[in-house]
């Protein structure tokens, strides 16, 4: 009787790949992308938004916020963001390190206020007092390292994971009528 453990990893992303683009940006610190997204509202508070060729990211309230509870709502849709962006710095840095992941597990959770309803007659509030006011994440991590390289792996995602420092930065935000 064989006692053999089969350990199976997560599928890895290209290395060589990785190396030329950390090149890149090593060699044009200042260069951006740009994401869009175009969100189109379908009645209530049900909305697709569209990204390139994707099929539609849904979005809606649940019942007690007077949506149809179909999908998502707003800030789990931000925390599905979150963990996504963490998951993929976290796999990155591992990449580098040759550390093989086997488990990989993101878990978010977040206050959120949202006493002004929306702006539409609730409590009288400043920005900074609405939205998510405390963000806590747990990470289930796995691979061939030592417990404390797994979590520098997973804080130096954290200190670089662009949506995690869109969320801790104040950044430049302009909203306007789209020209006729």
Same mark, same amino acid.
């Given at each position: 009787?064989?006692?053999? &453990?089969?350990?199976?990893? *997560? $599928? ?5 790949? =990785?190396?030329?683009?950390? #090149? @890149?940006?090593?060699?044009n ?16 508070f ?15 309230e ?27 710095g976290? &796999?990155?840095?591992?990449? *580098? $390190? ?5 488990? =990989?597990?993101?878990?978010? #959770? @977040? ?12 409590a009288?509030r ?25 979590n ?29």
């Amino acid at each position: 009787m064989s006692t053999d &453990t089969v350990t199976t990893y *997560l $599928r890895p992303i290209d290395r060589d790949g =990785l190396l030329k683009f950390a #090149e @890149a940006g090593r060699e044009n610190p200042e260069r951006k992308g740009t994401n869009k997204v175009k969100t189109v509202m379908q009645g209530q508070f049900r909305s697709w938004s569209f990204v390139g060729i994707h099929n539609p990211v849904v979005v809606d309230e649940p019942l007690h916020l007077f949506g149809e509870n179909t999908a998502p709502a707003p800030g789990e849709i931000v925390l599905s963001a979150l963990g996504g962006c963490l998951g993929v710095g976290i &796999t990155a840095v591992a990449t *580098l $390190r040759q550390v093989k992941l086997s488990k =990989l597990e993101i878990h978010l #959770e @977040a206050d959120i206020g949202n006493t002004a309803a929306w702006g539409a007659g609730g409590a009288e509030r400043e920005p900074h007092q609405m939205g998510f006011q405390a963000i806590r994440v747990k990470v289930a991590i796995e691979g061939e390292a030592s417990r404390e390289e797994l979590n520098d792996i997973v804080q130096r995602a954290n200190h670089f994971s662009p949506v995690a420092n869109s969320m801790r930065n104040p950044i430049p935000f302009e909203i306007g009528l789209l020209d006729a």
